[in-house]
């Protein structure tokens, strides 16, 4: 039996990946193996395909690609007693290689797939939204604080700033002008990057008549130092992006790994979503033969919301 996958031979741009034959994964000991519905695409596949974690994370070529995952479980192995054949899950696979038509996945990093939650949004949630929700926690967000995100029209940064809102805090969203009108729209205040930021901001806390409180950095650029500038505590910056700027000011470099919990967070997410309390826009959907055109428009378009692919 084979099963189309994503697999790369070497390091480098987009064109490197390929779709091709595979032999389909056969589930192990407390393995499932799931018939892929949507898979989504993060910005750590890119790095990790470009090479630039190649000193920490060793890939053996032909790498396969791909974490977050939705879809049906087709199969299971010895010792999983948590789901059956024709469940619908969400999660992460196992051993990146959910850029496929079947992709093996453990049960602790599944959750069962609520019917409101579509496939594409499900397919795409675990990284950011377990990512946006530790990078929350770690700033200590409180009632009346006033919290800035930088990249708030991102996956992670739009959830992030939302869920700030939850806490009942007030948040300014970095972001280009093209996503201002949706960021007020979720109650955002929204800012322009790029020169005069600073003041920006500054301006953006006298209207809002509150000190800046904390700032969570998903796009890195120098968000960290400008925070302290601004006269945010360091242990009241998170930044997923700029981790030498984290060990030089003091800040926080908190991810998913941080959390206790990693399927209670994302867990919550989804309530939030399928509730109408949080929004994910689902930028663009691809299907698996169009995989480079996927991480092109992640690399180069920087749409606001998810991007995912479709199988």
């Not at 799931?34 to 790498?63: D, T, Y």
């Not at 795409?124 to 929350?136: D, E, I, M, P, R």
């Not at 000190?211 to 925070?227: E, H, N, Q």
């Not at 919550?268 to 169009?290: H, N, Q």
């Amino acid at each position: 039996m084979v099963s189309r996958a994503v697999m790369f031979q070497r390091y480098g741009p987009p064109e490197v990946l390929e779709v091709v034959d595979v032999e389909a994964p056969t589930p192990g000991d407390g393995e499932v193996r799931l018939r892929v519905r949507a898979a989504g695409i993060n910005p750590f596949e890119s790095k990790l395909r470009a090479g630039l974690f190649a000193g920490q994370i060793p890939v053996s070529f032909p790498a396969a690609q791909g974490t977050d995952v939705a879809g049906v479980v087709e199969s299971i192995g010895a010792g999983v007693d948590t789901f059956a054949p024709g469940d619908e899950v969400y999660g992460a696979s196992a051993r990146r290689g959910s850029h496929a038509e079947l992709a093996l996945a453990v049960p602790g990093q599944l959750l069962r797939r609520p019917a409101a939650l579509d496939w594409e949004l499900a397919g795409g949630l675990w990284t950011v939204a377990s990512t946006a929700v530790a990078a929350v926690d770690a700033v200590g967000v409180q009632a009346g604080d006033l919290v800035v995100v930088a990249g708030a029209a991102g996956a992670v940064g739009c959830l992030a700033a939302q869920l700030a809102r939850q806490q009942g805090a007030s948040v300014v969203g970095v972001a280009s002008e093209r996503s201002h009108a949706w960021l007020r729209s979720l109650g955002i205040l929204p800012v322009a990057y790029g020169d005069g930021i600073a003041e920006r901001l500054r301006a953006a806390a006298r209207a809002a008549g509150a000190a800046l409180a904390a700032l969570v950095d998903t796009v890195g650029g120098g968000y960290v130092a400008l925070g302290v500038e601004l006269g945010v505590a360091p242990e009241r910056i998170d930044t997923i992006a700029d981790f030498e700027g984290a060990r030089e000011h003091g800040a926080k470099a908190d991810g998913q790994s941080a959390l206790v919990d990693i399927p209670a967070a994302v867990e919550r997410v989804a309530s939030l979503i399928v509730a109408g309390s949080v929004a994910l826009p689902v930028a663009a959907c691809f299907p698996l033969e169009r995989v480079r055109d996927a991480y092109e428009l992640l690399e180069h378009g920087h749409p606001p919301g998810k991007i995912v692919l479709t199988v």
